[in-house]
């Protein structure tokens, strides 16, 4: 009796077919390794701050040695024992797609890489940084997704795309961010030989989450909106001032990755651990003055200012500001979505006395909105997402409007995306292979 494989060979494209069949297979399985990855990551990042809270109880003095320390072991782990493992990760994974060479890129995107991130952004989270998770999922997602493909090398492009999306969308429950995220930030253009790809992936993860911890809604279901006529100029407004501080964040965090000027430039240079320590102690400081808000995501802050039942400090938003760009120029894995979101929802919330008669709810999703864009340049990733986690389409009209005017702003200020000019150096150094690597895989 003639073996199915022998009878499968004789067919036309036969083997070809199969071969198809079995790469879509371990893209599937790449998709769900992100999903349970983010589940992981984000029960880590919680009790990683659960335990920090557990220091503070003890004394709020605590901070001052636990962040310090923690940041200059984390800057240490990150920079001597998993390389590439800095920053939000989300440069790694452009510079990744950007690079011909299997084993350069690799570099960026290895599991030993994407193990070290889940470490050492949890270490950052347990001693109080001020970063979030989503970054860092884009990362392990793109890393894992690599590993699944590996019997597909002509694909990994396209592989990076979809775990990098399928990443943004797991982390936050948001899979239309996840898409926008990859062609608007990670991508910068539409690919069709990748969408389903990208869309399988984003599917596998989602379910993937939804299996382990079910359905929600990030930020909870909000029922806000914004009255047409007076009210509506707060959206210029926020537009502006986000747009403003974010493009500054960015413009900072770009400055120092690629090395300040004088004495400055050299200490950070010559001491990155000790610097990241110094930047710890400013976190801690501000921690302090704030009673504790401004340490780890920022979700519990934003989502009480976003339902108008928070007791957060009057001084939150621009310490939470301070703390996160402190975080992000130490060189310690963390992502920007979730203190970004935070910082904006702050700036929201102090605008709220100047414009009586508008709901706190829609100022605070506004605020997300156009500090998001500032920060990141991506507008329609920025509505697309705080959309998807409050479940508000009665507020899309106005913030795509705070989008638009956050990201004309942003761009006076700071004329590059953050993410390609962080990515753009380490290119320059895997194609070139210098004798060191660039300062800009430290602090992104």
């Known amino acids: 009796m ?13 083997q070809d077919l199969v071969g198809l069949w079995v790469r879509r297979g371990l893209f599937l399985v790449g998709g769900v390794a992100v999903g349970a990855a983010a589940v992981l990551m984000a029960v880590l990042a919680d009790a990683a701050q659960a335990g920090f809270r557990v220091l503070l109880a003890v004394s709020p003095l605590v901070a001052l040695a636990v962040t310090p320390l923690g940041f200059a072991l984390a800057a240490l782990l990150a920079r001597t024992v998993f390389p590439n493992s800095q920053g939000s990760g989300i440069p790694q994974v452009i510079a990744a797609r950007d690079v011909e060479d299997a084993a350069a890129r690799h570099t960026l995107i290895s599991l030993r890489v994407a193990f070290g991130k889940i470490v050492v952004m949890t270490l950052g989270l347990v001693c109080g940084a001020s970063t979030g998770r989503e970054g860092p999922t884009v990362q392990v997602g793109a890393a894992l997704m690599a590993a699944a493909g590996r019997l597909a090398p002509e694909r990994q492009r396209g592989l990076l795309l979809a775990g990098g999306a399928a990443g943004v969308a797991a982390a936050f429950n948001t ?14 253009s539409y690919e069709a030989k990748t969408s389903s790809l990208i869309l399988g992936a984003i599917i596998a993860a989602g379910l993937t989450s939804l299996a382990l911890v079910g359905n929600y809604t990030y930020f909870g279901t909000t029922a806000d909106t914004l009255p047409l006529g007076r009210a509506w100029v707060v959206v210029p407004v926020c537009g502006v001032l986000g747009g403003l501080f974010g ?31 110094l930047c710890g102690l400013g976190v801690a400081l501000c921690g302090l003055a704030t009673d504790g808000h401004v340490y780890g995501t920022g979700y519990e802050q934003a989502k009480a200012l976003l339902h108008g039942n928070s007791d957060t400090h009057a001084w939150f938003g621009p310490l939470k500001f301070v703390a996160t760009t402190l975080s992000s120029i130490s060189g310690i894995p963390g992502g920007l979505f979730a ?23 829609a100022l605070v999703l506004i605020g997300m909105v156009a500090y998001l ?72």
Not at 176 to 187: D, M, Q
Not at 258 to 265: S, W
Not at 344 to 355: K, R, S, Y
């Open 2 to 14: 003639m073996r199915v494989r022998d009878w499968m060979g004789r067919l036309p494209g036969s």
């Open 339 to 361: 203190p970004s979101l935070a910082v904006g929802a702050g700036l929201g919330a102090e605008l709220a006395g100047l414009f009586d008669g508008v709901p706190v709810g």
């Open 175 to 188: 899979p239309l961010a996840g898409i926008v995220f990859a062609i608007e930030e990670l991508s910068r």
């Open 247 to 277: 493009g500054v964040f960015s413009r900072i965090v770009i400055a120092v990755a690629r090395g300040l000027p004088g004495v400055a430039g050299r200490f950070v240079a010559r001491r990155p651990v000790l610097f990241a320590g």
């Open 373 to 444: 864009t500032g920060v990141l340049q991506a507008p329609i990733t920025s509505f697309v997402i705080v959309s998807e986690m409050t479940e508000n389409h009665a507020m899309v009209i106005p913030l795509m409007v705070a989008a638009i005017i956050a990201d004309a702003t942003s761009k006076l200020v700071c004329p590059e995306g953050l993410y390609h000019a962080l990515a753009a150096p380490m290119v320059e150094w895997l194609v070139g292979r210098p004798a060191h690597p660039p300062t800009l895989s430290g602090p992104a």
